[in-house]
T-cell receptor
């Protein structure tokens, strides 16, 4: 069974700062990695997918993948109070991508 | 575009009562369908997934069951609810083995 580990937080950053969220995974063979954002009381929303080593940027969000070290991170630049949410790291398991294993999530607070 | 609908949004049920949560997906064919549960302050627990009509895989032994009577319909049921069944139930869909999940709005169940 794959495992996905995240620091539960809360992580508190001031508005305008860079928020850095980290995730480690157990299966060295994992190929796909996802970040979901979940606002309090709402359902998760897919915000980033990354498949290759290195960085992938989408607006203020950058996902970083290091397969050798088995970690994936999410950077949020110019953090806004609206970014305050729980961020879930997710990795498909070894059933061919049909099942996804989620980390417990990191709570992020952006202070105005 | 694809949409997913889940209902009811909120329900309060007594212990021992039955349960039926329904989820439908529009705008796509042959989706993979999932039921997740999220207990308060916890991560996402995969309950069931389905890759086709009548094909259900159960992840956690419990008093819940799932059915997929139509290609884009997924139903979560219980004959007798337990207190421990309380939580936020999330239906999700994906296509192929991309691993990307798209969630419905969720159903919040409180068992008293």
């Amino acid at each position: 069974q794959k495992e996905v580990e995240q620091n539960s937080g809360p992580l508190s950053v001031p508005e305008g700062a860079i928020a850095s969220l980290n995730c480690t995974y157990s299966d060295r063979g994992s190929q796909s990695f996802f970040w979901y954002r979940q606002y309090s009381g709402k359902s998760p929303e897919l915000i980033m997918s990354i498949y290759s080593n290195g960085d992938k940027e989408d607006g203020r969000f950058t996902a970083q993948l290091n397969k050798a070290s088995q970690y994936v991170s999410l950077l949020i630049r110019d953090s806004q109070p609206s970014d305050s949410a729980t961020y879930l790291c997710a990795v498909p398991d070894d059933t061919g991508g049909f099942k996804t294993i989620f980390g417990a999530g990191t709570r992020l607070f952006v202070k105005a | 575009s694809q949409t997913i609908h889940q209902w009811p949004a909120t329900l309060v049920q007594p212990v021992g009562s039955p349960l039926s949560l329904e989820c439908t997906v529009e705008g796509t064919s042959n989706p993979n369908l999932y039921w997740y549960r999220q207990a308060a302050g916890r991560g996402l627990q995969l309950l069931f997934y389905s890759v086709g009509i009548g094909q259900i895989s159960s992840e956690v032994p419990q008093n819940l069951s799932a059915s997929r009577p139509q290609d884009r319909q997924f139903i979560l049921s219980s004959k007798k609810l337990l207190l421990s069944d309380s939580g936020f139930y999330l239906c999700a869909w994906s296509v192929g083995n991309t691993g990307e999940l798209f969630f419905g709005e969720g159903s919040r169940l409180t068992v008293l």
